[in-house]
């Protein structure tokens, strides 16, 4: 799978981590920044990973912040995404199952190392349902054409 990942600067660490992560699980990693600990906007990086996803040059995106909550409010402004924090393995795997969720955003202050581990291997190992589900996320992706 192509995953395209972000952070800013609070979120730079863990970023590392989920890239070792993924790299070790054999997908391929597009690494969209930031690149160190030095103060950056989050909107910015959100908007690199959002459009790589509304492009489909990337399968699924990765945002990582002091919470996760602002980057997916910056990400879901894009046509195409689905963007959500989770905070743990349960509503990592419902986002995929039942949401078809595209951006994985992480709180990079809430959670442990192991947590992060845990979530990223689940969402990345969890397939879409389908079904009913599916008619609900048509639902949504019909609603970007809203004004």
Excluded at 38 to 52: G, T
Excluded at 55 to 66: F, K, Q
Excluded at 67 to 81: L, Q
Excluded at 91 to 112: P, Y
Aim: glycine share 8%; net charge negative; hydrophobic share 35%.
């Amino acid at each position: 799978m192509r995953i395209a990942i972000a952070s800013d600067h609070r979120g730079f660490q863990v970023k590392e981590q989920v890239l070792e992560l993924l790299r070790a699980k054999g997908h391929e990693v597009e690494d969209a920044g930031t690149s160190s600990a030095e103060s950056v906007d989050y909107p910015d990086f959100a908007a690199i990973v959002a459009r790589k996803i509304g492009d489909e040059s990337c399968d699924r995106g990765i945002l990582i912040c002091g919470t996760g909550i602002g980057m997916a409010i910056a990400a879901n402004k894009f046509k195409g995404v689905r963007a959500a924090p989770c905070n743990d393995e349960v509503t990592a795997e419902i986002s995929r199952r039942h949401n078809d969720l595209n951006v994985l955003c992480l709180s990079a202050d809430l959670l442990s190392p192991r947590m992060v581990e845990r979530m990223v291997d689940t969402w990345t190992n969890t397939e879409f349902e389908g079904g009913r589900h599916q008619r609900r996320v048509e639902k949504i992706t019909q609603l970007e054409q809203c004004d």
